[in-house]
């Protein structure tokens, strides 16, 4: 059964920082992994989303990375703003189907 | 290009009644996938329909039941409602194995 766990499971920082949020999956027989948002109380907005044969994505100020032999993904925001702040998920895809299992999340705060 | 929309937003019901949530994919996404949100289990699984077809199911009793359209939309029916089901169901649309796309959820407090 794949299981997905997020650390840290909270994270403060000031503006402008640079930051890593981590995701480990224990089985790597996966078809893709995704990065979502969630602000309180809203859906999920998704942000990057990495195929099992790639390495990473991109989008704005956001890279992730994926090393699918290790099981392990990471999220890094560059120049992180008040407005990053949110609950970010990963979820992985097994092989063909679209069923998602996710990880409990990262709490990120951003302070002026 | 419009998103996934779900409905209601919001609900609240009694112990013991039933409710059911409606789910409009995107358009040409034949995949719905259905997930409950708590504080205590985060995001846990229910059930995926690929073109009218339950695909997959997740380890949930059976008063939660779903279907799927001709036309993609789901709706998924709770039956004899349970305080624990008080939750923020989420529904998730995409081709299949591709990009997922959630809705905004429908908020559900059983009283």
């Known amino acids: 059964k794949q299981e997905v766990t997020q650390i840290p499971a909270a994270l403060s920082v000031p503006e402008g920082e640079n930051l890593v949020l981590n995701c480990s999956f224990t089985?790597?027989?996966?078809?893709?992994l995704q990065w979502f948002r969630q602000d309180p109380g809203k859906g999920l907005t998704s942000l990057l989303l990495?195929?099992?044969?790639?390495r990473e994505q991109t989008s704005g100020r956001l890279n992730a990375s994926l090393d699918k032999s290790s099981g392990r993904s990471t999220l890094y925001i560059a120049a992180s703003q008040p407005g990053d702040s949110a609950t970010y998920l990963c979820?992985?895809?097994?092989?063909?189907?679209?069923?998602?299992?996710f990880g409990k999340g990262t709490m990120l705060l951003v302070s002026p | 290009k419009a998103g996934v929309t779900q409905t209601p937003r919001y609900l609240i019901k009694t112990r013991g009644q039933q409710v059911t949530l409606s789910c409009s994919p995107i358009?040409?996404?034949?995949?719905v996938s259905w997930y409950q949100q708590t504080p205590g289990q985060g995001l846990q699984f229910l059930f995926e329909?690929?073109?009218?077809?339950?695909?997959n199911k997740g380890n949930f009793p059976g008063r939660f039941s779903g279907r799927q359209f001709s036309n993609s939309r789901s709706e998924m029916n709770v039956s004899t409602l349970e305080l624990g089901d008080s939750a923020l169901y989420l529904c998730?649309?995409?081709?299949?194995?591709?990009?997922?796309?959630f809705g905004q959820g429908t908020r559900l407090t059983v009283v």
């Open positions: 979820a992985v895809t097994s092989s063909g189907y679209s069923t998602l299992t």
């Open positions: 990495i195929q099992s044969s790639q």
């Open positions: 998730a649309s995409s081709t299949q194995g591709v990009e997922a796309f």
């Open positions: 329909y690929f073109s009218e077809t339950q695909r």
């Open positions: 089985d790597s027989a996966i078809y893709n």
């Open positions: 358009s040409g996404h034949r995949s």
